[in-house]
């Protein structure tokens, strides 16, 4: 034996156990992870402690360690250690609330954190871990365990309190026994056993699941967890959730973005970033949605560091959730988000949470992050790779939540209403009792003075004088009319550019009989507030509130009215007659704003100090009195006014000679304000916003002559520009099922843009279309026309399926497993990878167009799986197509089921990801773009014409929002006629009498009522088109007499018809003499009332609309080109104002 290398081996490790020893209290090692669950155990350890990596000596480190310690220090000083003791905390002694149980166990956590934290003083504390775990065993026997009987708040047993256990448990598991962890996770088990909810609350079940799974190892738990987030990934139409807009409610009709919005992406960002890389990994495709919220839900509602109120719902009223803390919550899930998201978002991501952190001059970012947010954040807002996302500029309608965001350079507004489908404000848990006002047309303002909103706002603003609202000054009780929804449905707004937008909100109060129209118009450096119809008859004072503003500490913010100063002392009160204009001084700089006041008003003001209390909006907060001080301005309508008005410009960062200016010179003009629309014009940026309140024709005039009208209600927006014309237009109502026709005064060339849904009827010389808003939900529809020459014709839309009706029955299939998506998200599905799978739509004689389509990869069976579109098909084996696969685009065509590849190139497409493919074809060249770009193009003969389709070979995919544009390059059609110069000369007739009336009508009149009759004139070659008429039945010669319109004719025995016969309209044709009705339904049209019929032919889809609303479509293809038409079958009827384009 070798005795000295043994003693030298022995010396050696003797060595390095001094080291050990020596080093252990400040670096631990990792434990060598026994398998999977462990390592997700390690990592959701390391989420909440920080883990070990990070220097405990940074500041900002090192001052989140001391208040761990000392809030652990705090709980474990009061909390009862006596033997026999009946509550841990004098407290939480209740067995009646079920909040003491969530708080108990929370403040056990914020021990057990302590304990588990590097550098805590109370890291490894014997004593300190021997009281926890002896208090978790008396929860465990006392409080929360599998035969505990529940009361109080569902919330608490199944979410709170098992949240907070399972991270005691992570945090401990090494010092716990096998038997202490398995009674606590029976007890989880026993309240949270399954997924059942929706919102936020659904992905708090999902975590617990989660936890729990990787605590007690069990994959099925994990499988359990990870699946149930892929309902809450999906958009919604209805209920709790995310909507397309970017709205996001919660408790069925309470906006909560900021509220359970922020706590679900909190808790979905966790989940996803614990699975990843693991056996359970999210592979929902429907996982991109979040990156989306991000950019749709989020990022418009948060101002540097603040998330907005007006999405918070109830938690306003807490103490410790005030705007920048909650916003700081959602940097955090960002943050998180950018480490598992796709590179581009991840970038994205990082760039906004960089400006936000460096924004946020109120309230230090890092100063109260957890330590592991800390790490990330300094380490992107030190990376100088990373540039500053800087200011946000953009307009945002939620439309689903009655909310509207509007981001200018210095300043952001926000509005908050509420309607006949969103409730005005949430009391639970009477948290918010005095939020009666905070849905009725509140306006926020944003700038400089980021501690507006935060500093105890909410306790101490007067709750009766919230800006923008128009109120009854009856005394309120708590909680008062709360959760109730509006009896009116005329709320939501438009928006142009994506950077102007204007709101109304059609008000009926509550709890009294206060009614009014109220718009907000928001433009470019001023917001303009509109009311009209102001009438009350309860007796009592009715106000409009333009301001209540928080002032500085001393509360002598220079108030400045028509150029004189008016006291700064508080307690100061005055009615001043004839204000043109204010200036209140900011509490920082570029904090200031001014107020103009067109035409001049009787302005009240106060400057007062209003104490309050967090408790007396919240009984569960404290009763501290708080005194802050601010600046009321309003308008008193009096009492019992009866349609009673206002006009006022908020002109946030202007100084007092800015705004005495702007008084003398404004920048907009009131066009109107009255009941029936609310009118204005920004002058410099030639906008023009309208809110049309009733289902009538109206017009808005600027500069005494009529430019827009609109016939239905109707939010709409133009901005002009010498060469063209852009118009916005939404139904707030959300409730038309049909129309809404659009006329301005103007001529154009053409179109050059239109949305899906908008019909061009008219261009001279006015220009005049429909938009067909049946179930958009408040949406904003555009277009665009030109007043010079287009040189390229304007699209028209030969097919459109977005498949909101659920269905898909225009496409017929070969192959596959096809199916609408009942999922929220409407998509047309094809779920088969194994073979292929065509879907094909549309007309064979189509020429020229474009189809597009939203393409969403699912997977794929095989690497040279393809997913794409196809055009020009005669069948499944004569056709083009614009195809992706095997990381390759192509333009290819199958000729006799024998494929060609026509030209491709190298690209990734990547699976759960939404892509727009296009595909252009005119003539004999082929381009093929996706997300707007073209990436490639080709030449080829072999197809002049034929349908549209998707196509797939093992793969799986999804596909929305299918478009076909007609791009033939025919002179645009353009006939109008209305008879005043007393001469048809271009109508031909057959049968009847027609003679145009001089009884001053000049309305086209055809008398004889025992023939067929029948006018027609235009061109043989036309083929889309509308032809619209003013039509009057005289008298009808017997019940099954004829009055109508005729399309594509050819002649009288072949042609489409658009009749009322018998009490139904119909869409019918005539083919050789033969009628077929292809629809009709059940109504009337009375003699003696003038109609408007209108017939919309394009592609083989044929409408037909009375006056304004669409009451049959129908398909068909027997006729593509013809003239137009006027027919009666015995009967009497006048014909007037026909317009064909």
């Not at 400089?448 to 909103?453: G, H, P, S």
């Not at 009319?481 to 438009?494: C, D, E, M, Q, R």
């Amino acid at each position: 034996m070798n005795v000295p290398f043994i003693r030298k081996f022995v010396s050696v490790l003797l060595s390095f156990a001094l080291v050990f020893v020596l080093l252990g209290t400040f670096f631990v090692p990792k434990a060598h992870a026994a398998d999977e669950y462990d390592s997700l155990r390690d990592k959701w350890k390391e989420m909440l402690t920080g883990g070990t990596a990070y220097n405990p000596l940074d500041a900002d480190i090192a001052s989140q360690i001391t208040a761990i310690t000392a809030t652990a220090q705090n709980h474990w000083d009061t909390m009862n250690k006596a033997a026999g003791r009946t509550y841990l905390w004098s407290d939480l002694t209740g067995t009646t609330s079920s909040k003491h149980v969530t708080s108990g166990y929370n403040r056990l956590k914020a021990m057990a954190l302590a304990y588990a934290t590097k550098g805590s003083s109370l890291e490894n504390n014997a004593a300190l871990l021997a009281d926890i775990k002896s208090a978790l065993d008396w929860m465990y026997t006392n409080r929360y365990n599998e035969s505990t009987t529940t009361y109080s708040n569902w919330w608490d047993w199944e979410i709170g309190a098992p949240l907070a256990l399972n991270d005691i448990v992570v945090l401990l598991y090494e010092q716990l026994t096998a038997t202490q962890i398995t009674n606590y996770m029976n007890a989880v088990e026993r309240f949270q056993p399954t997924i059942t909810s929706t919102g936020a609350n659904r992905v708090w079940e999902c975590t617990v699941i989660a936890i729990r799974g990787i605590i007690v190892k069990s994959s099925s738990k994990l499988t359990s967890a990870r699946d149930g987030l892929s309902s809450v990934f999906n958009y919604v139409t209805s209920g709790d959730g995310f909507y397309t807009d970017g709205s996001f409610i919660q408790h069925n009709k309470h906006p909560y973005t900021g509220g359970y919005g922020k706590a679900l992406l909190s808790e979905i960002s966790k989940v996803i970033y614990i699975l990843e890389d693991s056996t359970w990994e999210v592979i929902d495709p429907d996982i991109q949605n979040v990156y989306r919220w991000v950019y749709d839900s989020f990022e418009p509602l948060v101002y540097k560091g603040a998330m907005m109120d007006l999405s918070r719902g109830r938690e306003i009223s807490r103490s410790n959730f005030q705007d920048h803390q909650v916003g700081h919550n959602v940097i955090q899930s960002i943050i998180r988000i950018s480490q598992f998201a796709p590179a581009a978002d991840a970038a994205a991501f990082k760039r906004m949470v960089k400006y936000w952190i460096e924004a946020d001059t109120y309230r230090n970012f890092f100063t109260y992050a957890p330590i592991q947010m800390i790490v990330l954040g300094k380490a992107i807002v030190n990376d100088g790779t990373i540039t500053s996302r800087g200011e946000l500029i953009k307009h945002q309608q939620f439309p689903v939540m009655d909310r509207a965001v509007h981001l200018r350079p210095g300043f952001g507004f926000g509005l908050s209403m509420f309607s006949n489908r969103i409730y005005n404000y949430e009391v639970t848990n009477s948290e918010n009792l005095k939020g009666w006002y905070t849905g009725e047309g509140m306006t926020y303002v944003y700038n400089a003075d980021l501690a507006q909103y935060s500093d105890d706002f909410w306790a101490t603003v007067n709750p009766y004088r919230l800006p923008g609202t128009t109120v009854d000054t009856q005394t309120r009780a708590n909680a008062s009319s709360a959760g109730s929804l509006s009896t009116n449905n005329w709320v939501g707004g438009t928006s142009i550019l994506g950077l102007y937008g204007i709101s109304g909100m059609d008000l009926k109060a509550l709890g009294n009989s206060l009614t009014a129209k109220k718009s907000w118009f928001m433009l470019d450096d001023e917001i303009v507030s509109l009311g009209a119809g102001i009438t009350s008859t309860d007796n009592r004072p009715i106000e409009t509130i333009i301001e209540n503003r928080k002032l500085n500490s001393s509360g002598d913010n220079a108030l400045i009215v028509n150029g004189t100063s008016k006291s700064s002392a508080l307690g100061w009160s005055e009615t001043m007659m004839g204000t043109n204009w204010a200036h209140l001084a900011g509490n920082v700089a570029g904090a200031d704003i001014g107020y103009y006041f067109p035409g001049s008003g009787v302005v009240k003001g106060l400057r007062d100090a209003r104490t309050g209390s967090w408790n007396a909006i919240n009984p569960n907060e404290p009763t501290t009195a708080i005194t802050r001080n601010y600046m009321g301005l309003w308008f008193d309508h009096g009492g019992n006014p009866t349609n009673g008005s206002y006009s006022y410009v908020t002109l946030p960062g202007k100084s007092s000679a800015q705004v005495s200016n702007y008084a003398s010179n404004p920048n907009i003009t009131v066009l109107e304000n009255s009941t029936s629309a609310q009118a204005v014009k920004e002058n410099t940026l030639n906008i023009v916003g309208a809110n049309f309140w009733n289902d009538a024709l109206k017009w808005v005039q600027v500069s005494g002559s009529n430019f827009l009208s609109s016939d239905k209600k109707a939010s709409v927006m133009t901005k002009e520009t010498s060469s063209d014309i852009e118009v916005a237009i939404s139904d707030p109502t959300q409730v038309n099922t049909g129309n809404i026709s659009v006329e301005i005064n103007k001529a154009a060339m053409g179109a050059i843009s239109t949305d899906p849904g908008i019909v061009v009827t008219q261009l001279s010389p006015t220009i005049k279309f429909t938009v067909n808003v049946s179930g958009a939900k408040g949406k904003t529809f555009k277009a665009k026309f030109s007043y010079e020459e287009v040189t390229t014709p304007p699209p028209v839309l030969l097919f459109s399926d977005n498949f909101e009706d659920g269905v898909a029955d225009g496409w017929t299939t070969s192959g596959g497993t096809w199916s609408v998506l009942t999922d929220g998200t409407k998509m047309y599905d094809q779920s088969g990878n194994s073979a292929a799978a065509y879907s094909v739509a549309g007309n064979s004689t189509w020429t020229d167009y474009a189809v597009e389509a939203t393409v969403k990869p699912i997977n794929y069976g095989i690497s040279t799986g393809v997913v794409g579109i196809m055009a020009r098909l005669t069948d499944t084996g004569n056709k083009y197509n614009f195809y992706y696969s095997n990381g390759t685009l192509e333009i290819s065509k199958h000729v006799a089921d024998t494929k060609s590849v026509l030209t491709s190139k190298a690209y990734t497409l990547s699976t759960g990801v939404n892509h727009t493919f296009k595909a252009v074809l005119v003539g004999s060249t082929l381009d093929f773009y996706v997300d707007g770009v073209k990436e490639l193009t080709a030449t080829d003969t072999s197809f002049s014409s034929g349908q549209i389709g998707i196509a797939m070979y093992k793969a799986a995919a999804r596909f929305d929002n299918v478009t076909v544009n007609s791009l033939v390059t025919t002179p645009p059609i353009s006939f109008n006629d209305s008879f005043e110069d007393n001469a048809a000369d271009r109508w031909s007739t057959s049968g009847g009498t027609w003679s145009v009336v001089t009884d001053g009508t000049k309305m086209y009149d055809q008398s004889n009522t025992a023939v067929a009759a029948y006018s027609w004139a235009g061109d043989s070659t036309w083929t889309d088109y509308s032809i619209e008429a003013k039509v009057k039945p005289i008298n009808y010669g017997l019940s099954t007499a004829v009055v109508g319109l005729m399309g594509r004719l050819t002649d009288t025995s072949n042609k489409y018809n658009f009749y009322y016969s018998n009490g139904a309209l119909e869409i019918s044709k005539h083919v050789a003499g033969t009628k077929t009705i292809l629809v009709s339904k059940a109504y009337t049209l009375s003699p003696g009332t003038t109609y408007v019929l209108k017939a919309v032919l394009a592609g083989n889809t044929l409408d037909f609309y009375v006056n304004g609303v669409k009451e049959l479509t129908a398909t068909d293809s027997s006729f593509s080109s013809g003239k137009i038409g006027l027919a009666t079958y015995k009967a009497a009827a006048r014909f007037d104002d026909i317009a064909v384009q």
